[in-house]
């Protein structure tokens, strides 16, 4: 799932960089002090990181969802800012998942680094020349991914595998 934070912030940036609203900065303010709560927990143990949020971000969160409705009622539904809250507002359940769980985290950066190979990947695996060649290179993908799970590095454990396979037997 997008991160509601980050959706807002791209939306508000939009088509005209060059005119900045005082509304949008202003919801980058609230966000950002959320983030430097996160930078001096991070690292922590996921009960801590609770607490700590329940104590320092909730009352944040919950100045920044009633500032954002305030301000929503303001707003012509065409302005750029209004649909970034719009976005930020319907997703509000799942923008503070986050107060009740010390494991997730505020953004989903590392989620999407994560998948970012694979969809980089995508377009390549349109060229596999057959559905064969397709189901060859998922496995390959599978087999990789798997061992970057284990902590094992693909590049050696794939050339350690093709030298030993030459003198394996093939029964």
């Known amino acids: ?24 900065l202003e919801a980058a303010r609230r966000i950002n002090a959320l983030f430097e709560i996160e930078r001096s927990i ?10 700590s949020r329940q104590e320092l971000s909730a009352p944040l969160v919950a100045d920044l969802e009633t500032w954002m409705r305030e301000q929503h009622t303001k707003l012509s539904r065409r302005d750029d800012v209004t649909k970034a809250m ?10 503070t998942r ?6 997730i ?4 950066n590392a989620a999407e680094r994560a998948v970012r190979g694979t969809a980089m990947e995508r377009k390549s695996w349109l060229f596999c020349g057959s559905d064969r060649g397709g189901d060859r290179a ?5 087999l990789m991914v798997t061992a970057k799970m284990n902590d094992v590095d693909p590049p050696a454990w794939l050339s350690d595998v093709l030298v ?5 037997p093939v029964h």
Request: proline share 5%; charged share 30%.
């Open 42 to 51: 991070n690292g922590e143990t996921p009960e801590r990181r609770q607490a």
């Open 86 to 95: 719009d976005d930020m507002l319907k997703r509000w359940n799942a923008f």
């Open 164 to 168: 030993r396979i030459a003198a394996h």
């Open 105 to 108: 985290c505020l953004s989903n």
């Open 98 to 103: 986050f107060l009740d769980d010390g494991r």
């Open 138 to 142: 998922a496995a390959m993908y599978s």
């Open 1 to 24: 799932m997008a991160d509601p934070a980050e959706n807002a912030r791209r939306k508000v940036q939009g088509k005209k960089p060059a005119v900045i609203s005082l509304l949008a």
